[in-house]
């Protein structure tokens, strides 16, 4: 088997003491924590395309989904599975995307593996958005209602 050729990106890897997203983990960086277990964590994306719009990563670093094992991918997607279904309805959205990026040619901007969860509405069916910004009342709120549909589940 060749090797796996390794993909350029636009946040090089320094490794996880530089990694925003492992700061996030390890609570040196401030988030909107919407869901954590042992292996994976939930938060709101600073610069979202929608209210609503999570990350979830799993804790340990890693720059692509090449990074992990098959059963760890799928564990992060049965994550990103009920993150979703829990920003859908706190954000009352009519739909998701999901969207995992690989590589700065793919548009991944954090070198740390992550899904994104995108709430959509119908009114905007067929279009992106660009990446907006919100109050932090706003988004400490999302991250509350959220949280609040977690627990439910």
Known sequence: ???MRRLPLSTPNEGPESCIFCQIVTRKAPSNVVYEDARYIAFLDIYPFSRGHTLVCPKEHGETIWDMKEADIA???QVAYKVSK???TAVEADGFRFVQNNGEAANQVVAHVHVHVIPVK???KGRFSDRRKFAPAEMDETARLIRTEMARA
Request: proline content about 8%; charged content about 35%.
């Open 1 to 3: 088997m060749r090797p």
């Open 86 to 88: 829990a920003v859908v």
């Open 122 to 124: 119908m009114e905007d």
């Open 75 to 77: 564990d992060l997607f």
